[in-house]
């Protein structure tokens, strides 16, 4: 093997002894296919080497094809092009109050890697954009979480992919993994098609839309929109660009030499043996969201079938990484997608979520002693990591959405309607709770009636005085927006709870991902808990201790760090990178 200083930034490609007999060999080895996987297969590609992505499952696209697709990417190309005022000074000192907030003690990030972080995803953007990958910014009022901070922003810094025509990918589209929503619309158009009662343009926007599918369908069009668009483009471009993606192949082992990992060993439909690796191994396969004996581990209390992760995140390259050294960190947190399970939702493809149930107008929150303990709006990690936290001294999971009749007459509740006909099976399964009163509705779910009643009354009086004074709802512009609150009312995201009859259903702290795992440095590298880099070893994503560290600091805080370093990896191990 070549002389290799691990604190190099300048890596080498590996020359192995000649009794190393691989039965194949590439320069660069992703395990696993999501957003950071593709961006660093296309950065490979065109330095001129050869690229291997290992999916354990039968699809492409990961858990990011499954999600809204959106990235966090400040200062990135269409808010310029916009005239915003945005900078990486600006994200940056947001950033580092977000860790002032949490205490500053995550082993994932530091000051050297949120910068690089902020430098290098408007690079990413711009490089996939010149790969011919269609991005846009996001929705135009998308904050970030914690706006009111220094440097925090009240309008948008994400990026998202345009919607995608499945049929460009010909047969390869069965190896898509499918999305959420199939329709040829922005998911911050659909975000305001969710409040069609209160939105005076919903119904002229949904009649665009089902002309927009006739018109598609008669042209043999058939869209993806939010995540599935974003991976189905990266998709697309990694096909074109010659790399080989490889399905139903389960890495079980890095494999090292002389400390340095050289290759991995491979179980799968298309053989299985071991693959070298000449410029090294990105791992980015997920997190552990659907291994319960990990999850009892590290987050007690939360439940694999709460997860919307696809079946393959089990956590084996975190068993992995540990085995040869990787320090892993941050394991007890998880991007929270708090949900609302009505009878015959249980198998859906995604559950139904109560991040809108509870932060729009007319609804609380409360555990089970009839007590509000958060702000019911802004962001969805926070709220799950709350309701947890509260369960550890008062029962709070599940918890209980209180609404009235106000509520019930403009928004739905687990996707569907209830003012004029309640679903078959809710108020029977035990799931939907009714009551005349606020008392009425206490006894039917087990909790004090004086207790919940004073809770609803000063809710009431917090609504009158225009102020939350216990948890500050509806003071942060990301409590309005469209995916939480209701911008089309006079009051985004506070209502009276006043009008019966009244209304409860259980919420429970669910997940989209886990957000702890190998800490990496800078250049994406994985170190060691002595600081030192295990050579040859890289890794983005949720497989990784994130650079927000123990907080999210706003819509696309995970997309977005995991196709920015998967940038970053690449650059760094095909010897691109020439910073100090």
Not at 41 to 50: D, F, H, T
Not at 281 to 308: C, H, I
Request: glycine share 12%; net charge negative.
């Amino acid at each position: 093997m070549a002389d290799f200083d691990e604190s190099s930034d300048r890596p080498e490609s590996v020359d192995w002894p000649e009794s190393f007999d691989w039965p194949e060999s590439f320069d660069w080895i992703v395990v696993g296919s999501g957003a950071g996987s593709f961006a660093s297969a296309l950065v490979m590609r065109e330095a001129g080497y050869s690229v291997l992505i290992l999916e354990k499952t039968g699809f492409a696209g990961g858990t990011t094809a499954k999600s809204g697709g959106v990235m966090w990417i400040p200062a990135n190309p269409f808010m310029l092009a916009d005239g915003e005022d945005d900078s990486i000074e600006k994200a940056e000192a947001y950033l580092d109050a977000l860790q002032e907030l949490d205490g500053g003690t995550a082993p994932g990030t530091s000051k050297a890697k949120r910068r690089a972080y902020l430098e290098n995803g408007p690079r990413a953007v711009q490089f996939l954009l010149e790969q011919g990958i269609k991005l846009r910014r996001g929705h135009d009022f998308w904050p970030d979480y914690y706006d009111e901070l220094p440097g925090g922003c009240k309008t948008s810094r994400t990026v998202v992919a345009e919607p995608f025509n499945l049929k460009e990918l010909g047969p390869m589209r069965k190896r898509l993994r499918k999305g959420f929503a199939e329709f040829n619309i922005l998911l911050s158009d659909a975000s305001k098609l969710g409040h069609i009662r209160t939105n005076p343009d919903a119904k002229k926007m949904l009649l665009r839309i089902a002309l927009r599918t006739v018109r598609d369908r008669l042209l043999g069009r058939r869209f993806t929109t939010a995540g599935a668009a974003l991976q189905g483009r990266m998709f697309k471009a990694a096909l074109a660009a010659g790399i080989d993606i490889r399905f139903d192949s389960a890495v079980t082992e890095l494999v090292q030499h002389e400390g340095r990992v050289t290759g991995v060993t491979v179980e799968g439909a298309q053989g299985s043996g071991r693959i070298g690796a000449r410029r090294g191994v990105l791992v980015n396969a997920g997190g552990f969201a659907k291994d319960q004996a990990m999850r009892d581990r590290y987050m007690p209390g939360t439940r694999a079938e709460w997860s919307q992760v696809p079946e393959g995140d089990t956590g084996d390259l975190h068993r992995e990484m540990a085995r040869i050294g990787a320090q892993m960190a941050q394991m007890d947190q998880m991007v929270g997608y708090q949900a609302t399970i009505a009878p015959g939702t249980e198998g859906n493809y995604v559950l139904p979520g109560a991040q809108s149930l509870t932060g729009k107008p007319h609804a609380i929150l409360v555990d089970q002693s009839g007590v509000r303990f958060m702000n019911e709006g802004g962001s969805y990690e926070l709220y799950c990591e709350t309701m947890l936290r509260r369960n550890r001294t008062v029962p709070a999971v599940p918890s209980w959405a209180i609404l009235d009749r106000q509520y019930v007459e403009k928004y739905k509740v687990a996707d569907k309607f209830i003012d004029k006909k309640i679903p078959d099976g809710w108020v029977e399964a035990g799931y939907l709770h009714m009551g005349d009163s606020i008392e009425g509705l206490a006894d039917s779910i087990g909790i004090d009636p004086k207790a919940l009643a004073a809770t609803v009354e000063r809710w009431n009086g917090f609504v009158r005085a225009g102020k939350d004074a216990d948890f500050a709802r509806g003071e942060r512009a990301y409590d309005g927006c469209a995916f939480v609150g209701d911008p089309y009312s006079d009051e985004p995201s506070r209502g009276t709870i006043e009008k019966g009859p009244f209304y409860a259903v259980p919420v429970i702290p669910g997940d989209v991902s886990t957000y702890g795992g190998a800490v990496t440095d800078e250049k994406a590298r994985v170190l060691r808990a002595d600081g030192s880099v295990i050579g040859g070893l890289y890794a983005t994503g949720t497989s990784t201790a994130s650079v927000m560290g123990n907080v999210y600091a706003g819509a696309g805080a995970s997309i977005g760090p995991s196709l920015t370093f998967g940038y970053i990896a690449a650059r760094h191990a095909a010897g691109l990178d020439n910073s100090a």
